[in-house]
Nanobody, 127 residues
Framework: QVQLVESGGGSVQAGGSLRLSCATSRLPGSISYMGWFRQAPGKEREGVAS????????YYADSVKGRFTISQEIAMNAVYLQMNSLKPEDTAMYYC????????????????????WGQGTQVTISS
């Protein structure tokens, strides 16, 4: 079992920044992908950013490219999401998730690829 704990959410004005953190209980080598997802009320869960924990290759949704950065700190068993130039449409509950082989992989932005999820942290951006 992998435990994931998010932190760092909050309320900021448009144009501001937030840094989300996700602490994992699992040794880094056993997780192949970490992802950040978000879900706004009435909307489907959306893949925001993902990272291959072995190659450090990163993937971003078009809506956040150039504004968000996902990174991994192996020594701390942690993944971060730096969010800059925030917009009101970024308002959502943000979740981190882990893909652990041999569970089936549907793609980096497909929630079905990630069996393990954190409890979420709320991000609210005011205009």
């Amino acid at each position: 079992q992998v435990q994931l704990v998010e932190s760092g959410g909050g309320s900021v004005q448009a144009g501001g920044s937030l840094r989300l953190s996700c602490a994992t209980s699992r040794l880094p080598g056993s997780i192949s992908y970490m992802g950040w997802f978000r879900q706004a009320p009435g909307k489907e869960r959306e893949g925001v950013a993902s990272i291959n924990t072995h190659s450090q290759t990163t993937y971003y949704a078009d809506s956040v490219k150039g504004r968000f950065t996902i990174s991994q700190e192996i020594a701390m068993n942690a993944v971060y999401l730096q969010m800059n130039s925030l917009k009101p449409e970024d308002t959502a509950m943000y979740y981190c998730a882990a893909h652990v082989p041999p569970s089936r992989f549907y793609g980096v932005r497909d929630p079905r690829s990630y069996v393990h999820w954190g409890q979420g942290t709320q991000v609210t951006i005011s205009s």
